[in-house]
């Protein structure tokens, strides 16, 4: 007879079966018929761009395209850019797929991967794998699924899943895997997007964990030391690591306050130096209530949505049937920490926000505070049906009376909740499916003690692949809905090539009306330089455009401004004169010319190579010029200046003049000369490439302790 071989055995089947469902859901999207919206292309490209430029050998801190260029930085701890599991994009691309497709299957693996961490976490919790099965798959077809292609929310709940996983497994078994596994989420966590939205959930954890465990609180702390003192060089790599992983975040923090960026948008009518300031308009507008729409719970999915709240029907029956079950002390706690996550997220609208907006600093740079629902309130409310769900499954009819009962009460249930949706408007036709399902599958399962066919029936496997039957069956039509209104693709940037020709100059077009069509106002600018931004809210569109269609402007001689209001209005008139002058920000030292007695009449635009003038090698981070000039010259680089740019001139360091309002400015002697522009230090780049190296060795850690432990929380089929 046929054996089914061991390793076959070990493959988590329900699990696979699941995903596999999910990606079948989702296929339009994943194929790239359907496309991504707002946020999620944005975070799509800034993921391609750092990983394209990182294999082709470039440390992408600086993009010259960005507006007239910008520091990236803020960019790469937007997508918390030293997580390797990033490289997966690379390997799918290197095995055939296109980037775009890479990315798509990158986000399905990483969505999958954070689900699992959820199922181990509920597994920690609740004690039954029937249990966190039921939350695993409730959690992985609701909505928070399309949030994939129309936010960036993924790249924050799937480590905070994972760190709540790791740290229950340390709490209740200490061991190095859960030591590096806490380590790796928490070192994901603090350098990606602003680790406030954390540190509110995990403050807010610890204060309620104390009040309510306190008599836990030594044996806890017991089995820390323990561990610690026995693992003494793990226990100080840990915590190295983390507080490594805080100085990305810092750096950041300062720079956001140095007063040379803005970002408009956010910024508006907000009080304070820090450009993440908010206003308390767009705190407003950021809330649960104004952002996540709860009119599509029980009906009209036929109009559904990406980002639409939605949870399968059957979580509803779960409730209803687990009213009667006990209330016991971890379901209060987790049910407290969510109400007060989910006040928080309210903001305005609740006297605590005030409270906190003024008495904890970070709360003035939280502006989507609807993120609190997905990463906390929606996956604690999916825990408290998982522990219901185990209060359920552990009812047993050993009388007939017991039986009837149950069966009673099972009908009176799935009764009510038919008739609620029969009164709704729009229901679809598999949610009254999934009652019916659920009422033949309860009245079955409270029988099954005093039937030995069913008792079989409900064996361990059986039970998994019927939970997958009774809670996917909604979602399959509900994500038809979704992917019928959903946008069809567009195509994103094209492929960067490893190498490319550099243009002298930028696209200049005029409509017919005369409107220039590559003229942005300031008040557009999401993220720019700040002199940028007082730029172009202070000179006519026409003629910023026409002058910044040139990189490069070499003038005889200079001036120097101290007030950038004065600047802007000589710099508006030099400029439509053509004056062979360039505005310099008044700064202590001299420049080491000041202008030219044989000037010319008018500056001169580089329009192209030529014997003077000439781009030898150039790449995103700095550029390398080559000139031939017969008296010294003011070269500008219409490219924004910052103060991080570095200027040297045949080997030896010289000034960066901020120059005309918001660009780059260095003055060349006479002759040939090479100039390099950098941005950064050598120093700034190994630091850089020194964290994507941590964090994979931490990774590499991680894989290496749970493959030598063996831990007990592997998922069995």
């Not at 552990?394 to 009388?399: G, L, N, P, Q």
């Not at 993220?527 to 202070?538: A, D």
Request: positive net charge; hydrophobic residues 50%.
């Amino acid at each position: 007879m046929f054996k089914k071989p061991a390793a076959l055995k070990q493959i988590p089947w329900p699990f696979l079966l699941s995903f596999l469902l999910w990606v079948f859901m989702f296929r339009g999207f994943l194929s790239g018929e359907l496309s991504l919206v707002l946020d999620a292309v944005q975070y799509a490209l800034s993921i391609k761009f750092y990983l394209v430029n990182l294999f082709h050998g470039v440390y992408p801190l600086w993009d010259p395209d960005w507006y007239y260029g910008i520091p990236w930085e803020f960019f790469l701890r937007r997508i918390g850019n030293y997580n390797p599991l990033y490289f997966v994009i690379f390997l799918l691309n290197k095995l055939g797929l296109s980037w775009h497709g890479a990315y798509l299957w990158f986000l399905a693996v990483y969505y999958f991967l954070g689900m699992v961490g959820f199922y181990l976490l509920a597994k920690r919790l609740v004690k039954d794998e029937r249990a966190a099965f039921l939350g695993f798959l409730l959690l992985l077809f609701s909505s928070l699924s399309t949030m994939l292609f129309f936010s960036y929310i993924q790249l924050i709940f799937v480590p905070y899943f994972w760190f709540f996983y790791f740290l229950v497994a340390f709490t209740q078994e200490p061991k190095q895997v859960h030591a590096w596994g806490l380590t790796f989420s928490s070192m994901v966590i603090l350098t990606t997007y602003i680790p406030f939205y954390f540190i509110t959930i995990f403050v807010t954890f610890l204060i309620l964990f104390v009040f309510f465990y306190m008599k836990s609180l030594r044996t806890i702390f017991s089995r820390y030391g323990q561990f610690a003192g026995k693992n003494r060089f793990v226990a100080f790599l840990c915590c190295l690591f983390i507080l490594l992983s805080l100085i990305p975040g810092y750096r950041l923090y300062k720079d956001a306050a140095s007063g040379e960026l803005a970002l408009p948008a956010r910024q508006q009518e907000a009080q304070g130096g820090n450009i993440f300031t908010v206003s308390e308009r767009n705190i407003a507008g950021g809330d649960i209530t104004s952002q996540v729409y709860f009119d599509k719970l029980f009906s009209g999915h036929d109009e559904m949505e990406l980002g639409v709240a939605y949870v399968p029907v059957f979580a509803y029956l779960v409730l209803l049937l687990g009213l009667g079950t006990t209330l016991n002390k971890k379901m209060v706690f987790m049910a407290v920490w969510a109400f007060i996550i989910l006040l928080i997220g309210l903001t305005t609208t609740t006297p605590l926000y005030d409270f906190l907006m003024e008495h904890v600093f970070y709360f003035k740079y939280i502006r989507q505070s609807y993120y609190f629902f997905w990463v906390l309130v929606l996956p604690v409310f999916i825990l408290l049906l998982s522990e219901q769900f185990r209060q359920l499954l552990a009812f047993e009819a050993h009388r007939r009376k017991d039986a009837v009962l149950a069966g009673l009460y099972v009908f009176l249930i799935h009764a009510v909740f038919a008739v609620f949706l029969f009164l709704q408007k729009g229901v679809s036709i598999t949610s009254y499916a999934t009652v019916f399902l659920s009422f033949v599958w309860c009245s079955l399962y409270v029988r099954r003690t005093a039937n030995a066919g069913l008792e079989k029936f409900f064996s361990p496997r059986n039970l998994l692949i019927s939970l997958i039957i009774l809670v996917g069956i909604q979602p399959l039509q509900t994500y038809l809905f979704v992917s019928r209104n959903a946008f069809h693709a567009v195509a994103l940037e094209k492929e960067m090539p490893a190498s490319l020709t550099f243009e002298y100059q930028r696209a200049y077009h005029k409509s017919e009306e005369g409107e220039n069509k590559f003229s942005i106002k300031g008040r557009q600018l999401y993220y720019s330089t700040r002199w940028l931004y007082v730029l172009l809210n202070g000179v006519d569109d026409d003629m910023f455009s026409e002058y910044a269609r040139y990189k490069f402007i070499v003038y005889d001689k200079t001036k120097a401004v101290e007030d950038d209001r004065v600047a802007l209005k000589e710099f508006e008139r030099s400029w439509r004169d053509r004056e062979n002058i360039a505005y310099i920000e008044s700064a202590e030292g001299v420049d080491h010319f000041s202008g030219s007695a044989n000037a010319s009449l008018e500056p001169q635009p580089i329009e192209g190579e030529s014997g003077q003038f000439k781009v030898s090698d150039f790449d995103l981070n700095g550029i390398k010029i080559e000139t031939g000039y017969n008296k010294p010259k003011f070269l500008v680089y219409n490219d924004n200046y910052h103060s991080d740019w570095q200027a040297f001139v045949n080997g030896q360091r010289t000034p960066v003049r901020r120059t005309n309002i918001s660009f780059k400015g260095v003055w060349l002697p006479e002759g040939k000369n090479t100039l390099v522009l950098r941005f950064r230090s050598p120093i700034d780049y190994g630091i850089e490439y020194f964290y994507v190296g941590l964090f994979s060795l931490t990774f590499l850690l991680l894989i290496i302790a749970a493959i030598k432990e063996n831990p007990s929380y592997e998922i069995s089929g």
